[in-house]
């Protein structure tokens, strides 16, 4: 036992130790949250550069197209803005083009391809048409669902929109608002319904407010039952969010440096003096010890620090003791299970190249429950998060982060995934200690997969 | 007490037998040579005897025990190519490899280990920086710093200068008078002739030298002339019982068949040109080691040639 503690504390200093370990600790959050952060500073960021477009107005009169003109002339004089941020947006130039000749179906199939071809050589950003039909009033939908959707797919749209820039629904929001609203104002003018009456039925049919909130509580300081603040919400979802997504971390930047070191061990020759003085198990269970250690230091700084954060600004709900027991026991468990898949694949390669393209299977195996991460945690007791969560390599995710999403689950069920897990990890590192056994010698080439369960099952 | 007992060993990797057969005891306080061509199992004898292989037949006891792993922190085993973490500090590896053997607090050895071998400056240096003959002595000490009764050395001399192949002989010398046993393995004749109170040699996994060097030398009696010309290129051929002539530049070596007379050599040597050195030798051990890996390559004597195979030992 002596000797795999020397084993595991140098492992662990020749990875805590190393400028690259110490800076992803500090950038690994920062890269984390970077995504997040560039979306909020940069989102509101768009081309600026003046945008051209056509419309083709069918309906009688034509002046919804010239309706869009005179407002894009407007808003181009007065410096287009967004109403919200305040950000510069582009200005819209509007062409006017009248329909063709031939007004049939097949006609304005060949007006829709003419324009295309303008946008594909880029003289048009995209073009809108309004169809005659614009002004009529829709008949009220069938009231079954099925019906009624098969009705809008035989009925063409009065106002379509045509472009290559499918994300971008600058000028198709503006031009709908603006269209809807000329509309409106005909039909209304056509029932013959007064200004008044139309605010009034537009107040009636205002939709009744509605809030979604968080469980009242006492207010600590006066007794008084209050709301949560709107924050509570988004932390609920936050911290199993967050949970699962730091275990797939510690895994990663935890284990997968065991693979590293073995293959450097092989391909340096130290594995041979290490096994002068150990026996080949003893030298993994070192390993292993000495990667928890790392995944600790990883724990410590992160979970640790988000614990004491929650507790000094008041959110302690949100991160209990309990879970963080659980966190910790899930997180030496899928260490020492995924460091024994990757020790065992580091033993059977001879080269780093070899052992990468080795190592996507358990890769695959760790991303799986990253992927389903946020049905299970929407829903975490559907019967599909349930039993995902019981598959072992995905427990340490799946369980932790269904535990922390209010109000928990059963107890049996961490304690049945806790014992799942154990056996799990006693078989990988069985099958793993008879990899390392063989392959750790093995020199000139890696071994086939044939070759590795036949290791696993013979010895 | 025997340091080493190997008795009907053999070690098969797939079809290729590594190791076969073999039986060999090395006496405790001994320095014993591992000869042998490239691949023909030294390296795998002593990964057997350091358990980290191990025989498909056959048995070994180290230093009397013959189960697994008892006696591994009373070994110290140097491995043919440098095992050392190249990101860490000298200080650090060797104290890491101490530790590993049981060695609770061996600065103070580790300081004087790397004085001796001209590395103190080194001591806080990373591995990565030092040249293949520093490491080569690094991993040396790392070998012996537990003071082990038992010293492995596969190649030990390779990649060094002459000055620091001396003062590795001296350790290697010392070692032994402190009661170690020691056994290397090597490519370098001399260093065995001058260093080994037992040489052992194997040739595709079968032994066929085993004993002192004299033992050996006497099997194959006094049939080596060292002879010396004056007027470089003289043609030796067609000399009287001499079955292979080879040329070492200085001086040329001289093959005689079993009952071949020297003296007849001589005289059919005296014609040719003068004669400065004439010597009737025994074998070197370089010889026997060429006559026995290559002996495809000599004229045609099958008699001769079998002297070296198997029951060399006398």
């Not at chain 1, 997504?245 to 284990?255: D, N």
């Not at chain 1, 440096?257 to 092989?266: A, F, Y």
């Not at chain 2, 006497?218 to 470089?232: C, F, I, K, P, Q």
Request: one cysteine or more.
């Amino acid at each position: 036992m002596r000797k795999v503690l020397v084993i595991a504390v140098r492992d662990y200093l020749a990875t805590v130790r190393t400028k690259g370990f110490i800076i992803s600790l500090a950038l690994m959050p920062i890269l984390m949250s970077g995504g997040y952060l560039a979306q909020i500073l940069l989102g509101g960021e768009i081309d600026v550069r003046e945008r051209h477009f056509a419309v083709v107005d069918r309906s009688p009169g034509g002046e919804l197209a010239e309706l869009l003109r005179k407002e894009s002339d407007e808003r181009n004089r007065t410096g287009p803005v967004d109403p919200q941020t305040g950000k510069p947006q582009p200005p819209f130039t509007i062409e006017v083009v009248p329909p063709g000749a031939d007004g049939s179906t097949e006609g304005r199939k060949r007006q829709r391809f003419q324009l295309s071809e303008r946008v594909r050589n880029q003289e048009l950003y995209g073009f809108m048409e309004i169809l005659p039909e614009v002004f009529d009033v829709p008949k009220s939908p069938p009231a079954d669902p099925a019906e009624a959707a098969a009705r809008l797919a035989q009925e063409e749209a009065p106002l379509r929109y045509q472009s290559n820039h499918p994300l971008d629904d600058l000028f198709p929001k503006w031009a709908d608002k603006l269209v809807n609203e000329g509309v409106q104002r005909r039909r209304l003018d056509r029932a013959d319904i007064t200004a008044r009456t139309v605010a009034t039925v537009k107040g009636i049919l205002t939709p009744v407010r509605f809030d979604s909130k968080d469980l009242a509580r006492k207010d600590p300081k006066t007794g008084d039952i209050v709301d949560s603040p709107e924050e509570n919400r988004m932390l609920s979802i936050m911290a199993p969010f967050g949970l699962l997504v730091l275990m797939f971390m510690i895994v990663m930047v935890g284990a997968t440096p065991l693979m590293q070191g073995v293959v450097e061990e092989k391909m340096l020759r130290i594995a041979e003096v290490l096994l002068g003085s150990v026996r080949p198990f003893q030298l993994m269970l070192g390993k292993l010890l000495g990667t928890v250690g790392v995944s600790l230091t990883l724990v410590a700084v992160y979970l640790g620090g988000a614990y004491l954060l929650a507790q000094k600004y008041g959110y302690a709900e949100h991160l209990p003791l309990a879970v963080v027991s659980w966190f910790l026991a899930y997180q030496v468990l899928s260490v020492i299970l995924y460091g024994s898949l990757f020790i065992a694949i580091g033993a059977a390669c001879t080269d780093m190249k070899e052992a990468q393209s080795l190592m996507w299977p358990v890769m695959v195996l760790a991303v799986l429950p990253m992927m389903v991460g946020f049905v299970v945690i929407k829903e975490p007791n559907s019967s599909f998060a349930t039993w995902a969560s019981f598959f072992p390599p995905a427990t340490p995710m799946l369980m932790m982060a269904r535990q922390a999403v209010p109000p928990g689950i059963a107890i049996w069920q961490p304690v049945l995934g806790i014992v799942l897990m154990l056996l799990a990890t006693l078989v990988c590192v069985y099958a793993a200690g008879r990899i390392f056994r063989v392959g750790i010698l093995m020199q000139g080439k890696g071994a086939k997969v044939g070759e590795i369960v036949r290791w696993v099952i013979r010895g | 007490m025997h340091a080493v007992e190997i008795e009907q060993v053999t070690k098969t990797f797939g079809s290729h037998t590594a190791v076969d057969d073999l039986s060999l005891t090395v006496p405790a306080g001994s320095i014993y040579g591992f000869i042998g061509p490239n691949g023909s199992g030294k390296t795998t004898t002593l990964r057997m005897i350091m358990r980290i292989l191990h025989p498909d037949r056959g048995t070994i006891r180290i230093l009397g025990e013959s189960t697994l792993g008892a006696a591994t922190d009373r070994v110290g085993y140097l491995p043919e190519e440098r095992g050392l973490y190249k990101q860490m500090k000298v200080r650090d590896v060797l104290r890491f490899y101490a530790e590993l053997k049981g060695v609770r607090r061996g600065r103070a050895a580790i300081d004087d280990w790397l004085a001796r071998f001209d590395l103190a400056e080194w001591a806080n240096k990373k591995v990565e920086a030092l040249s293949k003959g520093m490491a080569q002595k690094v991993q040396f000490i790392a070998t012996v710093i537990h003071r082990p009764e038992l010293v492995l050395l596969d190649e030990p001399f390779s990649g060094l200068d002459p000055v620091n192949s001396e003062v590795l002989c001296e350790a290697v010398l010392e070692l032994r008078s402190q009661g170690a046993t020691v056994i290397f393995s090597t490519h370098d004749m001399a260093m065995a002739e001058k260093l080994c109170d037992f040489i052992f040699m194997i040739y595709q996994g079968r032994k066929v030298l085993d004993g002192t060097l004299q033992s050996i030398r006497d099997t194959y009696g006094s049939d080596t002339l060292r002879v010396r010309l004056e007027g470089n290129g003289a043609a030796l051929n067609g000399l009287p019982g001499v079955l292979k002539v080879a040329d070492f530049g200085q001086w040329k070596e001289l093959r005689l068949q079993r009952d071949a007379d020297a003296q007849a050599v001589l005289a059919a040597l005296l014609p040719r040109g003068r004669v400065t050195h004439f010597e009737l030798s025994q074998p070197s051990l370089h010889d026997i080691f060429v006559r026995i890996a290559r002996p495809l390559t000599l004229p045609s004597s099958p008699e001769g040639e079998r002297v070296g195979w198997g029951g060399a030992r006398p």
